[in-house]
């Protein structure tokens, strides 16, 4: 059962135009979200994170909504640049003590010039 | 400041052996967490080490273990390999664990069973 889930497998954007990943997750009790960029051969790299308690969060280009009534978070890439195409997973925290974050499957992005 | 390291990048057994892999943590984090990674489940958490305690594990058979040394480096052990344990098999390093911080990966070691 997967608690994280990202459904479109890949996505391909212009260059500057916006590239919009989505995430669903199906645990309540999640209460932060984290995104990464992987590039073949590297492992992810932290790129943004939100709070239960934020609905908004943004890091130049990159802005992370969530709608927890939704239980839904979209990464948003504005401007998209060829340097953006890369592999990016959406993670869930659980609990405080015994923590795991529970990933995503991930979505390639691939940026056409 | 050095990032994290795997060794070896690369590895190719037969089903039946056992692999160890290592992760060197990036200087002063204390907190190693093991992940597998395959095609279309995304990265699943095995566990993580802090000051040579595991301290949290994930749903994988006994056959995955792991330790951490007194500088932190950390080993991870498959026993008896299965065909299913072909993966990129990923470290990552934080200060004092992945709740309290966002964690820096390693490149990864690529585990093939024949």
């Known amino acids: 059962d997967q608690q994280v889930k990202q459904n479109s497998p890949s996505l391909s954007v212009q260059e500057g135009r916006i590239s919009i990943l989505n995430c669903d997750y199906t645990?309540?009790?999640?209460?932060?979200f984290l995104w990464y960029k992987k590039y073949p051969a590297e492992g992810p790299t932290f790129l943004i994170s939100?709070?239960?308690i934020k609905d908004k969060n943004e890091d130049g280009r990159f802005t992370v909504f969530l709608n927890k009534s939704a239980k839904h978070l979209s990464l948003h890439i504005v401007p998209s640049q060829p340097g953006d195409s890369a592999v990016y997973f959406c993670a869930a925290k659980v609990g405080s003590s015994n923590y795991q974050l529970i990933w995503g499957a991930g979505t390639k992005l691939i940026i056409k010039p | 400041k050095a990032g994290v390291t795997q060794t070896p990048r690369y590895l190719i057994k037969t089903r039946g052996q056992q692999v160890t892999l290592s992760c060197s943590p990036i200087s002063g984090h204390r907190s190693v967490s093991w992940y597998q990674q395959t095609p279309g489940q995304g990265l699943q958490f095995l566990f993580e080490y802090f000051s040579e305690t595991q301290r949290n594990k994930g749903n994988f058979p006994g056959r995955f273990s792991g330790r951490q040394f007194s500088n932190s480096r950390s080993e991870m052990n498959v026993s008896t390999l299965e065909l299913g344990d072909s993966a990129l098999y990923l470290c990552?390093?934080?200060?004092?664990?992945?709740?309290?911080?966002?964690?820096?990966f390693g490149p990864g070691t690529r585990l093939t069973v024949l």
């Open positions: 939100i709070s239960s």
């Open positions: 990552a390093s934080s200060l004092s664990g992945p709740q309290a911080d966002t964690q820096y």
């Open positions: 645990n309540s009790m999640f209460d932060y």
